[in-house]
């Protein structure tokens, strides 16, 4: 026996069959078999992209012991072999136990709706971290809305730009909208408006800062933090820290200040890179201010006096060859 999984956008009822059955692991007996681990191929991208070796070890050593309790989910792609759909880290696992065979469950669906499930699967799960939840929402948005993830980012910005009044009414209330307010409804963790104000802006971050987020080595709250380093030599030897010896988010910030503050330090300008600025402050003034001075001699002859003053605080030329 097999299950069919299809998903059209836009449609609610699609929705609610995703999230309920994209975890197939509490399928009945009638739908588990096993199969030849060798005949499990994986697709062509996961949704999932680090896996904790000591956590994969920990549960080969429990497979070993125990098997594996909770079948993984495939789907037939051709009559020798079988595509992963979910359950990857038990997959491997169970390579590194040594099993010859695996419990699954066969479900008949298309690429797109394995590609769904997997990503849907992979935001179900307990040890997922704010980083990769971001990204894992925008590849399910971009599945089920067909568009890209730049053009995701730009139509939750434009939905919450409306909703605050800042642009006119456009986009909210259409069928992507809906879509889009009905996914997080049932995704349940957070609101669409807190993850495009809170989420979005981990975009953003270093590249060394998202790739400890997406290997879940520190919280994004932490990341956060670092982020605000700039220096990028800096900024990885304080990550190489907080990792190591499992800092507190006190903790970094406070070294995150002392880094700050000693790069304030090191670009004070010298007193004549302020005189310097000064002086191209004052040009730009009477370029600026031209037909003021050519009105008001009071002002140009004050402005006269002063430089003259300035003048005479160097030597002159005649003292220069003595």
Known sequence: ????????????????????????????????????????ILPPSQPRRYFDPQKIQSLAENIKENGLLSPIVVRSTSSNEFELVAGER?????????????PVNIIDCDENAAVRIRLVENLQREDLNAYEETIGILELLAAILNLDQKNIV????????????????????????????????????????????????????????QDVLIRGQLEYTKAHAIARVKNEQAREKIIKQAIDEGLSLSQIKEIVEDVLEAGKTDKEETPFQQLASRGKNVQGLLKKHRKLLENDKKITNKINRLLAQIEELFPSETENLK
Do not use: C, H
């Open 1 to 40: 026996m097999t299950k069919q999984v299809e998903l059209k956008a836009y449609d609610k009822n699609a929705l609610d069959d995703l999230f309920s059955g994209a975890s197939q692991e509490d399928s009945d007996n009638k739908n588990t078999t096993t199969l030849p681990i060798d005949s499990i």
């Open 90 to 102: 038990r997959l491997r696992a169970s390579k590194l136990a040594g099993l010859e065979k695996i």
């Open 154 to 209: 730009y139509f939750l910005n434009r939905m919450l730009d409306e909703e605050k009044n800042k642009v006119p009414q456009n986009v909210l209330g259409s069928d992507e909208s809906l879509t889009i307010q009905d996914l997080f409804s049932k995704f349940g963790k957070i609101t669409w408006q807190s993850f495009v104000t809170t989420r979005l802006p981990l975009l953003k971050l270093p590249s060394d800062i």
